[in-house]
């Protein structure tokens, strides 16, 4: 299997602020990388498809990027709707994989 | 638009066997996976495996030998059994819509982009 590994698991921001993600997957993957946000008590939602493609609807201070085995979701401004929890998973193989998320906090 | 709703019995003892099911509203069933995840409480997601119109299926292995899917498509409905349940089934299920193909290939690039509510299941004695 395809281990995908993020970090940091946690963070504290502020409201204005620049946020950077990392997921680092345990071979090369090409640019077969998702990222969703999840929110208390809902499902995922898709935010980067393909490493740095932007799901409809989706704001534009979200961006992705990376290839191989390392990737980046980058938040350019925080907004107080964008406090969750942000994973990864790889589309490249089967089993498809998740990272164990990222939860970003209000400092 | 297109909906999915799940439902199925959120508390099951251990042995038992945990059965879920999926309905596909505004939508088509054809040329998708369909797909199960759970998340353990506070944990990660886990892919549990797919399911596409025609019953091909994919499992996890980490699970293959208790899990069965099965579709039907005049409901458009998925349904998800696994057997032999413990307290480490404990988890919130999710049906979600993955990659699209077609009768000769898949999308290149395809992600899950319509997920269930979401079904607490609970594994206790």
Redesign the interface.
């Known amino acids: ?1 395809i281990q995908m590994t993020q970090s940091p698991s946690s963070l504290s921001a502020s409201v204005g602020d620049r946020v950077t993600i990392t997921c680092r997957a345990s071979q090369s993957i090409s ?2 990388l ?1 990222w ?1 946000q999840q929110k208390p008590g ?5 935010l980067i ?2 490493a740095s ?1 932007l ?1 409809s609807g989706v704001p534009s201070r979200f961006s992705g990027s990376g290839f191989g085995t390392d990737f980046t979701l980058t938040i350019s401004s925080l907004q107080p709707e964008d406090f969750a929890t942000y ?1 990864c ?1 790889q ?1 490249y193989t ?8 990222t939860k970003v906090e209000i400092k | 638009q297109v909906q999915l709703q799940q439902w199925g019995a959120g508390l099951l003892k251990p042995s038992e066997t945990l059965s879920l099911t999926c309905a596909v509203y505004g939508g088509s069933f054809s040329g998708y996976y369909w797909t199960w995840i759970r998340q353990p409480p506070g944990k990660g997601l886990e892919w549990i495996g797919e399911i596409n119109h025609s019953g091909s299926t994919n499992y996890n292995p980490s699970l293959k030998s208790r899990v069965t899917m099965s579709g039907d498509t005049s409901k458009n409905q998925l349904s998800l059994k696994l057997s032999s349940v413990t307290a480490a089934d404990t988890a919130v299920y999710y049906c979600a819509r993955g990659r699209y193909c077609s009768t000769t290939s898949c999308n290149t690039y395809w992600y899950f982009d319509l997920w269930g509510r979401g079904t607490l299941v609970t594994v206790s004695s």
């Open positions: 299997d640019e077969y998702n969703y809902e499902a995922p939602k898709l498809y393909a493609n799901q994973c998973q589309s089967t089993p498809w994989t998740f990272g164990q998320g």
